[in-house]
């Protein structure tokens, strides 16, 4: 796929009033991978659902579902989470395959994983730290979930005594692109992957 070809596709994608957090990924997916296959990125998410699947059950709770995740990806799976220092971690395909990553994409695949499994589960940051909250209805407590500590629960007070939820920032979809976008300004101005990040930085540009 050429570079115009993907400066149109983010342009078109930020240009939504809602968009899919789905499509931004399979979009930077396709930025680091442009020989991706139609349909190929739904058959390796399925593959990690495939590996959660069988640990729910109808009635699991909110605090099931976000234990059972830590579980199988952190526990059965051994994902590990560092700071960016290879693209491929935020390539949702290569992330699966290799279960290397960062915080932040780690919070994008909690969101997907949320969805799928019907959910209710929104992103954010706060003093450096990832934060996935899983919402709680009949005003129950939150489920907060730290990815920068692998996935560990946090509870409503410790947020409260560091002073992180009162700094929280929500990410929406698009702000959760533009950061994994930025990260991939950061590795490639490290690298000195002058090409690359030109061309980020273009995408990125173009789509304030």
Known sequence: MTQDKLQTLFKDYFGLYNPSLSKGVAL???????????????????LLCGEIAPYLQDDSSTEEK????????????KFKISGVNDDTQLSLKQVIRKRSTTPMFMGVMYLLLAKNFHTPAFLGLSKGQVIVCFEKEYNFPNVYIGLNNN???????EL?????KQELQVLNTKQT????????????????ADDKKQFVQT???NCL
């Open 28 to 46: 930077l997916t396709l930025l680091l991978d442009t020989t991706l296959k139609r349909g190929e990125l739904d058959s390796v998410f399925n």
């Open 151 to 157: 996935g560990a629960f946090i509870t409503d007070s």
């Open 203 to 205: 995408l990125l540009e």
């Open 66 to 77: 976000a234990e059972i995740f830590r579980l199988v990806l952190f526990d059965k799976l």
């Open 177 to 192: 692109i533009r950061y994994l976008l930025s990260n991939l300004i950061y590795l490639y101005t490290k690298q000195n």
């Open 160 to 164: 409260s005594a560091r002073g992180v």
